[in-house]
């Protein structure tokens, strides 16, 4: 059980006893080290629901409270909050189990569930872009922390692989066939943008384009030996950016929209027989009451176009569809831009009425906002193209390089370029993890590449100065007892104990941000224990007990950041 639902469960026996077995106790950490560490606030809701007085009633609940061992004071305070100091045996005990424990202490969560995360997703036959960093790596923070509490996890890359323009690439592939292909598709980017020149210009070009649509949609070999060299070499590119990234994904994890070409037929089908399709103007389309257009009609979703052609809901019909009967999913999440919050919406209301995911599996659309530029607009390069991703990292490794040279002048070339690709890479990943995802954020180089503050450089060098404690102590016991007296080591046990919390809550919630605070929070505390405790200088048991609380703070930041995806460093 971990803290606050071992907390959660004496206070709602408690008050259940008092005569309240419905009420929520409404556990929160303390804002106020006068608070204690917890506080329960949902007396006041309790008491008004049973018509009494709440301090009565808070004092009912405290006297059949069972917290021996656990805290070693509680107290009403204000007009009915409960404070819970915790014992510092208990929390000593709770650093030593930690440290004696393979995973941290951290449990599986119950009921384990098996959750697909949908994240990345690019349109390939083009290179990844700054578009793609935010999914990238808010999926893969979540995928990695779902895994760590015990679900069973799949990384699915649903990347777009199929639709017209891949009729106009072969179109131009053919066209310039004499060149070799290999050679052709080396800039990507490039050999869209003149594959598109064509289209544009040329009417001709553009009905063979359409022709190579309809064959690819027909299976027709020949052309799909020609899309599959795009689909081969666009995957290439991904792979070098998410090796780069450190985001786990891999080839094996990429379903594209071309994997559910033969389910569309079956959609349609099975729509149709639900009774939910109707034809409009020659296409088939689902109108759906839940959501209103400007004439406050029931708004149409075009399921099937009128050349026979299906559309990006289709797609994902047929994924939502395949994702619960063939892999039997709990859960699904997919971290896709805010701007498709509608989309996902609709197709959600869909597949629960034709039947495509039973009530039981949780849908979920993990929506973010958009990364700026430093002029409030969205991120572009100078002359206003949109920003390869790979670029982008480049600089960042760069841009730390310069500063890890200033910073570390005695380090060699190769010991700082290791260096600079943590950090860099890092700070771009932690600048992004550490907000809100639903807001934009502006970019900005040298907030993320601080070394005070809210930061991946900030937080690595914590992990470095922890790690360097170690080099310094010589031999020592690491099965020391612990032993809780200052209040620095108070604090910063009870924010330790914390870290199973934290990352249920983070996959409850799908917000890594979360993660980042209190990871921040935890390089703060260890920060003001280092200055208020000495560690090297103590001696005896206390000094093997705080080394064991370093040796905790170390290991709770190097997992917390690897599951943010974020290296850390032994020396930087
Ligand atoms: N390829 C899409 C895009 O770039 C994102 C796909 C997200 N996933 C999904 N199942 N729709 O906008």
Redesign the pocket.
């Known amino acids: 059980m971990t803290l606050s639902q071992l907390l959660n469960q004496r206070l709602s026996a408690a008050l259940a006893a008092a005569g309240c077995p419905d009420a929520s106790p409404i556990l929160q950490t303390a804002s106020r080290a006068e608070f204690g560490d917890y506080q329960a606030n949902g007396i006041m809701a309790a008491a008004k629901a049973k018509k009494t007085n709440p301090r009565a009633l808070a004092e009912q609940v405290i006297a059949q409270l069972d917290l021996a061992g656990i805290a070693s004071k509680i107290e009403i305070a204000g007009p009915g909050f409960i404070n819970i100091h915790l014992d510092p045996a208990f929390l000593a005990g709770k650093v030593s189990a930690a440290l004696a424990s393979p995973s941290l202490g951290i449990e599986p969560q119950s009921p384990r569930q098996k959750v697909i995360v949908?994240?990345s997703?690019?349109?390939l036959a083009k290179e990844m872009h700054v578009?793609?960093l935010r999914?990238s790596i808010i999926g893969d923070a979540l995928v990695r922390v779902l895994a760590a509490i015990g679900h069973d996890t799949i990384r699915c890359n649903?990347?777009?692989d199929w639709g017209t323009q891949f009729g106009m690439l072969t179109a131009y592939l053919v066209e310039s066939e004499n060149q070799d292909a290999g050679l052709a598709l080396n800039d990507l980017e490039d050999f869209y943008r003149k594959a598109k020149i064509r289209f544009d210009e040329d009417a001709a070009f553009a009905d063979r384009a359409r022709d190579y649509v309809v064959r690819l949609q027909s299976g027709d070999a020949e052309v799909l030996a020609l899309w599959k060299q795009f689909v081969d070499v666009s995957l290439t590119h991904c792979e070098a950016v998410y090796r780069k990234l450190g985001v786990s994904l891999t080839r094996a994890d990429a379903r594209g929209?071309s994997a559910y070409n033969a389910d569309l037929p079956v959609i349609v089908r099975e729509l149709r027989e639900k009774g939910l399709l109707a034809e409009d103007d020659g296409a088939q389309v689902v109108f759906l009451e839940e959501f209103r257009n400007q004439d406050g009609d029931p708004m149409g979703v075009i399921i099937q176009k009128k050349d026979g052609g299906y559309l990006?809901t289709t797609?994902?019909l047929g994924?939502v569809r395949y994702r619960c009967r063939e892999l039997g999913v709990d859960r699904v999440l997919?971290v896709?831009?805010a701007r498709?919050s509608q989309?996902?919406q609709q197709?959600f209301t869909l597949c629960r009425k034709a039947g495509f995911a039973p009530e039981n599996v949780q849908l979920q659309h993990i929506g973010f906002g958009t990364m700026m530029g430093e002029d409030g607009k969205p991120f572009k390069t100078r002359s206003g193209g949109t920003v390869k991703l790979i670029e982008l990292l480049d600089e960042a490794e760069e841009r730390a390089f310069q500063l890890v040279s200033e910073k570390n002048p005695d380090l060699d070339d190769d010991a700082r370029r290791r260096v600079a690709l943590a950090v860099g890479i890092g700070a771009v990943k932690y600048a992004d993890l550490s907000k809100n995802r639903n807001s934009d954020y502006i970019f900005n180089w040298d907030q993320m590449l601080a070394f005070e503050g809210n930061t991946a450089p900030y937080l690595q060098y914590a992990y470095t100065r922890v790690a360097s404690l170690f080099r310094k102590a010589g031999e020592h016991d690491a099965n020391a007892p612990v032993q809780i007296d200052a209040a620095e080591e108070k604090a910063l046990a009870v924010a330790l104990a914390q870290f199973n919390d934290v990352l249920y809550h983070v996959a409850d919630e799908g917000y890594p941000h979360f993660l980042c605070q209190y990871l921040y929070q935890v390089s703060t505390l260890f920060m003001r224990f280092y200055e208020a405790c000495p560690v090297l200088k103590s001696e005896g048991a206390v000094r093997a007990s705080r080394l064991q609380l370093a040796r905790l703070t170390a290991a709770t930041l190097k997992t917390g950041l690897d599951l943010l995806g974020i290296e850390v460093l032994e020396a930087m």
Do not use: L, R
């Open positions: 949908d994240y997703s690019p349109n578009g793609h999914s649903h990347v777009g929209e990006y797609t994902d994924a997919y896709v831009d498709q989309h996902f197709v």
